[in-house]
């Protein structure tokens, strides 16, 4: 049987999303825990990775395992989420049909990047501060020339693994939030250091580094050096994997952040 499992996690004390060696992941300590709740062989795939300190509020996996006689859903759960550390909480698990693919059927995805305008020691995990404030219409005029289908090569990571860096971009912009500002882009993929370098890239614009129109002029080049260096991780979370209706049935997802991202 294969499962759709929905998780959040607060990525500050792990080395990403993707197992590897001699450094602690998401997907490391899940598999782990799910092995040993389910005494089989667990392997399970992300929705996609997130670097080094990123946050998820919702992420997706998937996993094939057979539950053991008189184990159900609901008690997998709750075992698993007592195995885990701390940093993870599983929200959701339901079965879905057996070509259902947690990175692959997916439609869209969503990330939110955090900024705070006012000093807030209890943020300071999950929020970039600001000691100014940007301009931000500056910022949202160049934020709407990301919309629509675009290459996205000057805002992805020099040895990312993409065969390609077409994106297409269905929404991008700046919300005030109480104490600061969120950024949030909604796309239909994202290439490796995406989010982080366009949100750098945003600042520069509302610092008055960069006007709107030299944001679009880099992002045309195609040149990944003319773009400014990623905002820091620690802001940055995964917050909506979406997928077609039929493949999550009635499953009831979660809404709102955890509260580690509140």
Known sequence: MRYFLHLAYDGSAFHGWQIQPGVITVQQELDRCLSQVLRQPVYCLGSGRTDSGVHASHQVAHFDADLPPGLDEATLLYRLNRALPGGIRCQVLHPVPPEAHARFSATARTYEYHVRLTPDPFAASFSLYLDRAPDVAAMNEAA????????????????????HYICTCFEAGWHPESGGLV???RANRFVRGMV???????LSVGRGKLTPEE????????????????????????CRVEYPAEMLGDAALPTGLPYFAK
Do not use: Y
Request: glycine share 12%; aromatic share 12%.
């Open 196 to 202: 982080r370098l366009v949100v750098g890239t945003l």
């Open 144 to 163: 709407a020339l990301l919309l629509g289908t675009h290459d996205f090569t000057s805002f992805s990571k020099v040895k990312g693994a993409e065969k």
């Open 215 to 238: 944001f679009g002029e880099i992002f045309r080049s195609l040149n990944r050096v003319h773009a400014s260096g990623a905002a820091l991780a620690n802001g940055l979370f995964l």
């Open 183 to 185: 950024f949030r882009i």
